[in-house]
T-cell receptor, first 113, second 113 residues
Framework: GDSVTQMEGPVTLSEEAFLTINCTYTATGYPSLFWYVQYPGEGLQLLLK?????DKGSNKGFEATYRKETTSFHLEKGSVQVSDSAVYFC????????????FGGGTRVLVKP | DGGITQSPKYLFRKEGQNVTLSCEQN?????MYWYRQDPGQGLRLIYYSQIVNDFQKGDIAEGYSVSREKKESFPLTVTSAQKNPTAFYLC????????????FGNGTRLTVT
């Protein structure tokens, strides 16, 4: 079946450090890929997405490139801030209707000043 | 502003009681979803609905029930048959087309003792 695998956290960084969160997937079709972010006590917010191979999604300094050859969608940010502390979820979506998503287990990121 | 409203934010129940979680959206989305999130884990799909008066089981539907009598509303009932009901419950919605991202509510934390 379809699945998403993310690196386990927590990831602890100092402010202005470089962040990478690995995400790989297996899918029976040609999925769209998403990164969502969850701040403490809240629901998830869409961070960025990519719908086809070699697409790069970007938002708020975060980037991820859809790599079909390696079935990956790694999230990167060049200089993190304390406000980036959150849980990050990679997800894939398949299907013609409803776009039911399959999520990875989430990666907690803690940025220290 | 359009969005998804989940209520209440915190809910406490005694074991053996049914409890209903509310989810309302004013985004005019056709599809709605319920996810369960356990500490340190990803999201698991409970039920989803792509149209009024129709819904499908997700990956962990046992012990839960839903209804979709109105487009805006998708309440989730956690029944006494659910063996481990204590969790964080997230409602989401999106348009019924490919690549439509999910919009999430802020969640309901249910504690059953």
């Amino acid at each position: 079946g379809d699945s998403v695998t993310q690196m386990e956290g927590p990831v602890t960084l100092s402010e202005e450090a470089f962040l990478t969160i690995n995400c790989t997937y297996t899918a029976t079709g040609y999925p769209s890929l998403f990164w969502y972010v969850q701040y403490p006590g809240e629901g998830l917010q869409l961070l960025l997405k990519a719908t086809k191979a070699d697409d790069k999604g970007s938002n708020k300094g975060f980037e991820a490139t859809y790599r079909k050859e390696t079935t990956s969608f790694h999230l990167e940010k060049g200089s993190v801030q304390v406000s980036d502390s959150a849980v990050y979820f990679c997800a894939l979506g398949l299907g013609a209707a409803g776009n039911k998503l399959t999520f990875g287990g989430g990666t907690r990121v803690l940025v220290k000043p | 502003d359009g969005g998804i409203t989940q209520s209440p934010k915190y809910l406490f129940r005694k074991e053996g009681q049914n409890v209903t979680l509310s989810c309302e959206q004013n985004l005019n989305h056709d599809a709605m979803y319920w996810y369960r999130q356990d500490p340190g884990q990803g999201l698991r799909l409970i039920y989803y609905s792509q149209i009024v008066n129709d819904f499908q089981k997700g990956d962990i539907a046992e012990g839960y029930s839903v209804s979709r009598e109105k487009k805006e509303s998708f309440p989730l009932t956690v029944t006494s048959a659910q063996k481990n009901p204590t969790a964080f419950y997230l409602c989401a919605s999106n348009r019924v087309d490919v690549n439509s991202p999910l919009h999430f509510g802020n969640g309901t934390r249910l504690t059953v003792t």
